[in-house]
Each structure stands twice: as structure tokens, then as C-alpha cells.
């Protein structure tokens, strides 16, 4: 199967390197600039005491061609609408396309771009950044992948991509509940992109300042909504979430986090404006993720005005 990887960033990147690793047929979609830098470098992951370098298979959007069997969807929330255009040569009626960003409202946007036969839902979880060089930095071994059908159920389509993305370096599952599991890794997202831009710090910097409590009470929040949705988390999960957000000398941060201390656009409407309002809509009260969806809005305010 042709694999079209869309975006050789932090997570895409690195699980397309793992896929092109392992003898897949894998081409990344990218922008000029980026394919410039990795056509001189290389596509190189480092970290955790090593380091891959492979060639990857390039293409830019123009020069963009003929139907693939998989896409993987992997880009901000904000360059979504841009990510469809471009990959619209690439998706014909019998293409996978597998999403991984945060939230949910992605799969309506895609479902209505290509259709309800064409989308899948997905869950990555890797802890990864973009080096100074262009690089992808592994900051933890974490590395997984969950694919599933919206609607439920195990399909043969998606049995048959298990053949694909399986045993690729990385642990790879298929759900038949791929919802829930995005829901799931929305409250774990919006739990730590909400107490690193309340307290302005990572995990660790949070609990020193006497907060450790207040990751695990925005995780309670979080799994309000998602019970109100219809897919509470079981108690171990949410404990996992809360010891997560409350650890020691922890230097975790969410990338919706870095964005805004960089100073760029973050996806705060995507992570959390979204669950707010699902909040509002089921009549759960969430304060401190209103606080911190509130404190982004003003940021993305200040970078509309050129103000940061």
C-alpha cells in the first residue's frame, strides 16, 4: 500500500520515518521549505541516546499525483482547511484517511470534505519537538498508534491497514471504539495544555508553586465532559491523568503550551474552545479551563494585531 504522510513535523515525522524504516512505501507531502532542509539533511530523529537519519520520498503540493491507499492526516488544527486542498489529488474512493489531530471537530470537517467511506479516526501519543536544525527530538520513549472506523466496529479496511502500520517500530492497536479513545486523549491534551498556560511552566514548575492539585482538578473537569458525551473514562485513566499532570520535577509540557510561549497561533479553539462549549451545551461546569481558554484567546488576539 502507498502511504502519503502529510506533514514531516514532530509527529508525523516521526512516525513516517518509523514507517519508511520498517520498508513501507511511504511519501511525505510537505512544504518547499521543509523539503528543501530535509533533501540537504536528511529526516533525523534524535534523542534518547540515538539518533536515525533516513532519505524520505518528497513531494509539494503541486506536483502532488494519482490516488493513495493510506493518508495520514498529521497537522495542526489550524492548517487543516489548507492540509484538505492540498491533499485533494492524493484521496480517491478507496483512500484511507487517517486523522491525527486533537479534539474532535476534524472528523466532521473531513467527513464532509471526502466523505464518510473515506475517514478513520486516529490516536498517536509521542513526545516529540522540532530541534533547532530542523531536527525531530524524542524526548521519551512513548510511541504509539490507535486506529479505528468513526462509527465503530472493526472493519476489513482497517484490518487490512493493520497489516500495514503494525510491527513499524512503534506499537500500533485498532480500537473499536476509535471515539472514545479520541475523547480520552482530548482530556489528557486539554488537562496539560490548560495547567501549563495557567501557571505559565511545565508540570514540575506547577507543583513546586504549591499547584499540585490543580492538574488533577482540571482533569476532573475534563472527564465531566467527556461523560456527558457519552465516553467517561474509566478510574484508572482518569488517575493516570491526574499523576500525569502532578509530578515532580516534571518537565512536560503540551505543545499547544510552546506555541503560545513562542508567540505563534496554538490550537485553543480546536483543544479547548470546543470542549468549553461541549461543556456549556451539557451543562458542566469547568472554571479553570474556562480561565485558561480565556487566557489563550487573548494571546490569539494579541497575534492577530501583531501585538506579540
Not at 243 to 270: C, I, K, N, W
Request: hydrophobic letters at 45%.
Amino acid at each position: 500500500m502507498r502511504i502519503l504522510v502529510v506533514g514531516a513535523g514532530a509527529t508525523g515525522g516521526y512516525f513516517g520515518a518509523r514507517l519508511h524504516e520498517a520498508g513501507r512505501d511511504v511519501t511525505f507531502l510537505v512544504r518547499p521549505r521543509r523539503a528543501e532542509l530535509l533533501r540537504e539533511r536528511g529526516l533525523r530523529i534524535s534523542g534518547l541516546g540515538q539518533e536515525t537519519v533516513v532519505t524520505p520520498n518528497l513531494v509539494t503540493a503541486p506536483d502532488l499525483a494519482g490516488h493513495y491507499d493510506i493518508v495520514l492526516l498529521s497537522v495542526k488544527a489550524t492548517t487543516l482547511a489548507q492540509a484538505i486542498e492540498d491533499t485533494a489529488p492524493a484521496v480517491g474512493p478507496r483512500t484511507a484517511v487517517v486523522p491525527f489531530l486533537n479534539g474532535m471537530a476534524h472528523l466532521d470537517t473531513l467527513t464532509k470534505a471526502y466523505g464518510s467511506d473515506v475517514v478513520l479516526g486516529g490516536v498517536v501519543r509521542v513526545i516529540t519537538t522540532i530541534g533547532e536544525n530542523g531536527e525531530i527530538l524524542q524526548l521519551a520513549p512513548l510511541a504509539d498508534m490507535t486506529i479505528g472506523e468513526p462509527a465503530g466496529g472493526v472493519s476489513d479496511r482497517v484490518r487490512r491497514i493493520e497489516g500495514v502500520l503494525s510491527e513499524a517500530g512503534f506499537d500500533f492497536a485498532v480500537s473499536p471504539d476509535i471515539q472514545t479513545a479520541m475523547w480520552h486523549k482530548w482530556v489528557f491534551i486539554s488537562t496539560l495544555g490548560a495547567l501549563n498556560t495557567l501557571v505559565r511552566g511545565s508540570v514540575g514548575e506547577a507543583v513546586d508553586a504549591g499547584a499540585e492539585h490543580l492538574g488533577p482538578q482540571i482533569a476532573t473537569e475534563a472527564a465531566g465532559i467527556a461523560e456527558a458525551a457519552g465516553h467517561p473514562m474509566p478510574a484508572q485513566a482518569l488517575a493516570n491523568v491526574a499523576a500525569f499532570v502532578s509530578r515532580p520535577g516534571s518537565t512536560d509540557t503540551a505543545s499547544l503550551y510552546r506555541d503560545l510561549v513562542a508567540g505563534q497561533p496554538t490550537e485553543a479553539e480546536q483543544i479547548l474552545g470546543d470542549l468549553t462549549a461541549r461543556a456549556r451545551a451539557f451543562g458542566v461546569s469547568t472554571p479553570l479551563l474556562d480561565v485558561a481558554t480565556a487566557s489563550l484567546r487573548v494571546h490569539e488576539q494579541r497575534v492577530a494585531r501583531g501585538a506579540v
